[in-house]
């Protein structure tokens, strides 16, 4: 059965702390590792990675995948305020095209 | 770009009414569609997937009988809730994907459903 573990499952930090937040998978057929943010309502997208190596980057995010090792990082750099949410993480395996999720990871950045 | 719309966004029903919920692509067809449903501070489930134009394909332990989905459009699919009961409260989120050459999914914002 295919799995997405997500550590920490939550985390407080400051404004201004740099995070790191880890996607471990075990897919068959793997395809592609999608990071979003949920706040209140549904999750909007971040990033999908497809290749080993290649950092993605968006203002303060980035994100990285290792198929060797099968995990991803999604790192936030100046946290802020807004920062706040969980960051889900999940994996589509060649079988289809449905999202596999991990459970997320509930940041909190404090003033 | 890449915008869901979903409604309603809330929506309160006794129980063994049913409960229809719109799911909208604004800016783009979207060949395939998916429905999650969400308890409090777990992370999403599929539910079910749906290509335009044919029958949705649900998840193991998700009754496509009381959970009837249709995909009419390449802009639209609805999910109903028949029958509904208090234990199908739950937070019900739609997303869509451009094609089959992105596994990129936009989520809608969402609908509670509360079933009193």
């Known amino acids: 059965e295919d799995k997405v573990v997500q550590s920490p499952l939550s985390l407080v930090v400051h404004e201004g702390d740099t995070v790191t937040l880890n996607c471990s998978y075990e897919?068959?057929?793997?395809?592609?590792l999608l990071w979003y943010k949920q706040e209140k309502k549904a999750p909007t997208f971040l990033f999908m990675l497809?290749?080993?190596?290649i950092e993605k980057k968006s203002g303060r995010l980035s994100s990285i995948l290792d198929k060797k090792e099968l995990f991803s990082i999604l790192n936030i750099t100046a946290t802020q305020t807004g920062d706040s949410a969980v960051y889900l993480c999940?994996?589509?395996?060649?079988?289809?095209?449905?999202?596999?999720f991990g459970k997320g990871t509930s940041l909190l950045v404090t003033p | 770009g890449a915008v869901v719309s979903q409604h309603p966004s809330r929506v309160i029903c006794k129980s063994g009414t049913s409960v229809k919920i719109e799911c909208r692509s604004l800016?783009?067809?979207?060949?395939?569609m998916f429905w999650y449903r969400q308890f409090p501070k777990q992370s999403l489930m599929l539910m079910a997937t749906?290509?335009?134009?044919?029958?949705?394909?649900?998840e193991q332990g998700v009754e496509k009988d009381k959970f009837l989905i249709n995909h009419a459009s390449l802009t639209l699919s609805t999910l109903t809730v028949t029958s509904a009961h208090p234990e199908d409260s739950s937070f019900y989120i739609c997303?869509?994907?451009?094609?089959?050459?992105?596994?990129?999914?936009?989520f809608g914002p969402g609908t509670r459903l509360t079933v009193l």
């Open positions: 897919v068959t057929n793997f395809r592609s």
């Open positions: 999940a994996v589509v395996s060649n079988s289809g095209y449905a999202l596999n």
């Open positions: 997303s869509a994907s451009e094609g089959t050459s992105t596994d990129t999914q936009y």
């Open positions: 749906s290509n335009e134009g044919s029958k949705a394909t649900y």
């Open positions: 497809t290749s080993s190596g």
């Open positions: 800016d783009f067809q979207a060949t395939t």
